[in-house]
C-alpha cells in the first residue's frame, strides 16, 4: 500500500492542525495504520494508531486527550487531529501501514511508510 500524509505546517501553541493520510493500492482499508513522529536529534516516536475497521484506537501518553485519530475507509484516508498543540509537538509526523493485530505501538510492525509531513508549533 502506498501512503501520502498531508496538512502539516505551522501552528501556534493552544492551537489546532489536521493530518491527513491518503492510502491507495489493493485491500488499503484492510490494513492497520499509525502515526509516528520524529523531533530533530531525536529517535521515531509513536503516536497514535487505529486498527483496520476503525474500531479500536491506541495512543501514545503524550497523546491522549489532545490527539484524534480515525479513518474513513471509503476514501482510504486517515486523519489525525492535533488539539491543544505545544511546541513539543514539533517534528516530522509520519503515517505507516500495516497487519498489527497487537503491538501498534512498535515502528517495526509497520510495513509501508507514507513521506512525513512537518509539523511546526510556536510558542
Known amino acids: 500500500v502506498q501512503l501520502q500524509a498531508s496538512g502539516g505546517g505551522m501552528g501556534q501553541a493552544g492551537g489546532s492542525l489536521r493530518l491527513s493520510c491518503s492510502a491507495s493500492g489493493r485491500a488499503a482499508s484492510n490494513y492497520d495504520m499509525g502515526w509516528f513522529r520524529q523531533a530533530p536529534a531525536k529517535a521515531r516516536e509513536f503516536v497514535a494508531a487505529i486498527n483496520h475497521n476503525g474500531e479500536n484506537t491506541y495512543y501514545e501518553d503524550f497523546a491522549q486527550g489532545r490527539f484524534t485519530i480515525s479513518r474513513d475507509n471509503a476514501r482510504n484516508t486517515v486523519y489525525l487531529q492535533m488539539n491543544m498543540l505545544k511546541p513539543e509537538d514539533t517534528a516530522v509526523y509520519y503515517c505507516?501501514?500495516?497487519?498489527?493485530?497487537?503491538?501498534?505501538?512498535?515502528?517495526?510492525?509497520?510495513?509501508?511508510w507514507g513521506q512525513g509531513t512537518q509539523v511546526t508549533v510556536s510558542s
Open positions: 505507516a501501514a500495516g497487519i498489527i493485530g497487537h503491538d501498534y505501538g512498535d515502528y517495526a510492525s509497520y510495513d509501508s
